[in-house]
Every structure is written in C-alpha cells, then in structure tokens.
C-alpha cells in the first residue's frame, strides 16, 4: 500500500467573480512507505499546497487524495483530526511554538489531543527526543530563550512525539544559517534511518536533494521532469 497516492489532483483559487488562480494541477504521485522525498521549486510552484493537499488541511477542487490507503476527503472533520494526529507530523516553515509553555511541554502538546491510554510515558518519549535533538539542557526553556535553530529542533521533536507514519515538512530550514541547515537536516536524515518513516519535504534549495531517497520538482502548480510536467508514479 503506498503512503501517499495522488490521482489527478488540482487546486484552484478564486479571487473575485472572474479571477482564478491555479495552485495546483493535474497532480499524480505516489509516495511509497519509507521514502524520504525532498520536492524543489521556485516560491509560488505550488510546494505547499502539495503538502495542505496531503494533509487534508486545503481541500481539492478536483482529483482524489489517499494517505496509507484513506481517501481523507471521504472522512468527517473529527476523523481527518484524528488522521492527522495519529498518523502524520508536521514540520512548518516557521516554528510556531506557543511562547508560554518549555521545550518539553512544546513538545508533549499533540499528545494531548489523542487517547489517553499510553500517556504515562509522554512525557519520558518528549524528553527522548529532546535529547535525540540535542536539547538536554533546554528541556524547561521557553522559546524566547532558544535561538532560530534550537525552535527548529523542538519543532522536529513535537513533529515526531507521536510516532506518526509520514512526516511533511514545508521549508523547515529557510530561515536558518547554512550550519544550523545541515543540523536540522541531519536529524531528518537520522530519525529517517532509525524509525523508518515517510517523509515528504518541500523546499527551495537544491542543494538539500541529497539528503532524501527520491527528488521531485514542481512549476507553475505542477510536478515537472527534464522541464516537462508529468505524473510520478
């Protein structure tokens, strides 16, 4: 079963009565569990309207969207919820934590939105991970008091804290030096070798290519090949 199947997708905007706007087109891919695929692009190709359209957070206006086998656009609001806390971690392209909790409670939040069974060693899985990225020591910091890179981590850390199937990361690393990309970069490559999972992560930097398994490209709201827009299958 693949982790992601995309058949015919697209996504078009309407701006006004007569103004639309294509985001996406014609999309076809299929995302195999285990990979780690990095798609490139221009801003504006249409990167992360691809990762809002796997994750069942922008709706289609044509074509059909699998995750693990799940048509999501045929689930109700409380079972895509439960999808995407259950199954898929999120890494956005600014950190986005809430300035009033720790590293650590950071971290454990998405845990509270699922069962309750399992929840006694939440807290021991967080302080893991915080260490896996290298934040022993900052485990009760707010953010405030960690740099760009540092938030990043928590960010990768609160992404991974429920062992989801498939991880989608938009631009995780634009706004960081080139020292703290490789760093960020470095641990996707290493939580992908130990746990397996999915990823899917958009960037504009080509040179990040080499840490995936799969590169893609995407133009004008399409995945392109050698300059041709194509389905990837």
Do not use: C
Request: glycine letters at 8%; zero cysteines; aromatic letters at 4%.
């Amino acid at each position: 079963m693949h982790m992601i199947e995309l058949h015919d997708v697209s996504k078009t905007y309407q701006l006004g009565k007569e103004v639309t706007v294509p985001a996406a087109r014609d999309l076809n891919l299929r995302v195999e569990p285990g990979e780690f695929v990095i798609i490139t692009g221009r801003s504006g190709s249409g990167k992360t309207t691809l990762l809002n359209l796997t994750a069942g957070l922008t709706r289609p206006t044509a074509g059909q969207v699998l995750v693990d086998g799940v048509d999501i656009w045929g689930l109700s609001d409380k079972e895509q919820a439960a999808l995407r806390n259950r199954q898929i971690g999120f890494v956005f392209q600014f950190p986005s934590l809430l300035p009033s909790l720790t590293s650590l409670e950071n971290v454990m939040l998405p845990t509270m939105f699922g069962s309750k069974e399992g929840r006694l060693d939440v807290q021991a899985r967080a302080t893991r991970l915080l260490e896996e990225v290298g934040l022993t020591d900052k485990l009760h910091a707010y953010p405030r008091q960690l740099s760009a890179g540092q938030q990043q981590r928590v960010v990768v850390a609160r992404a991974l804290v429920n062992q989801p199937a498939l991880l989608l990361a938009d631009e995780p690393t634009s706004d960081l030096d080139e020292e703290t990309e490789h760093e960020i970069m470095a641990l996707f490559e290493a939580f992908h070798a130990r746990t397996g999972v999915t990823i899917l992560l958009v960037t504009h930097t080509t040179q990040l290519v080499p840490y995936g398994t799969r590169a893609l490209a995407m133009a004008s709201g399409s995945i392109v090949n050698g300059g041709a827009a194509t389905g990837v299958s």
